[in-house]
């Protein structure tokens, strides 16, 4: 992939909006022009830091987060990490994506709205298809947050079958947590959750990061892979 000017400025504003969000959601750590880390463990699925820059001192990266918790684990935004000297091994690997603003899209089959602080804990029972707790906390919906949207797509009876999680920072909205529910298409969750960043904030581009098959998804939707990232977890 050859990576242009531009594609290096969506690669920076997909893992800022990226860290912004680990950042939310884990209620701690704190931001540097290389990176953003948390000195205290990070809730299950989230990153301890995720890096910024393609230069980011792994010294200094490693020093604020606790190596020593189980799953210790760091975003390397731009895959240019090696962390196994320090006892670390990939997890797993994927690639940041891009929407244009404006790009078009089809209409949702499902009802889809805009998730408020005391719906958050079914949301996230649909999403983890077991039970809520509490990782999707309502700050993420209060402004010190930032601006931060759950959208959730149900079926005549009300029950949510498809989801997604999204937050805006600059000029891109990140889109996250995408999931849909058994018998429910993929692609279902990814109309219903542009459709539903298109309204709230026309006009900005969608970022994020996927893989496999997810990926495959994303790219039928108006995505474009514009680079590799990879997550190193701990391992003693």
């Known amino acids: 992939m050859i990576i242009t000017p531009n594609t290096e400025e969506l690669l920076h504003a997909a ?3 990226n860290a912004a969000w680990c950042a939310a959601v884990s209620r701690d750590g704190a931001f540097t022009p290389e990176a953003w880390s948390s000195p205290r463990p990070t809730p299950l699925y989230y990153p301890d830091a995720v890096t910024l820059t393609r230069d980011t001192d792994t010294a200094a ?3 604020g987060i606790d190596t020593g918790s189980p799953h210790a684990s760091v975003k390397d935004s731009f895959a240019a990490l090696d962390l196994a000297p320090a006892g670390f091994e990939v997890l797993f690997g994927a690639e940041w994506i891009h929407r244009p603003a404006g790009a078009p899209g089809a209409a949702p089959a499902l009802e889809w ?3 408020t602080a005391a719906g958050l804990e079914a949301w996230e029972t649909a999403w ?4 809520s707790t509490g990782l999707f906390h309502p700050g993420l919906l209060s402004g010190d947050a930032g601006e931060i949207a759950f959208f959730a797509g149900r079926d005549a009876g009300g029950r949510i079958l498809a989801g997604a999680a999204a937050n805006r920072t ?3 909205v990140g889109v996250s947590n995408v999931f849909s529910a058994e018998g429910t ?3 279902e969750a990814w109309t219903g959750a542009l459709t539903g960043i298109a309204g709230i904030w026309p006009g900005l581009a969608v970022v994020g990061y996927e ?3 997810d990926l495959d998804t994303a790219l039928r939707h108006g995505f474009t892979a514009i680079g590799p990232l990879r997550v190193w977890v701990h391992t003693g």
Do not use: H, I, T
């Not at 983890?128 to 039970?131: F, H, S």
């Open 15 to 17: 893992a800022y909006n």
């Open 61 to 63: 990266l490693l020093a």
């Open 113 to 115: 709205n805009r998730v």
């Open 128 to 131: 983890d298809g077991g039970e």
């Open 170 to 172: 600059g000029e891109v």
């Open 185 to 187: 298409p993929d692609d």
């Open 211 to 213: 893989s496999g098959d």
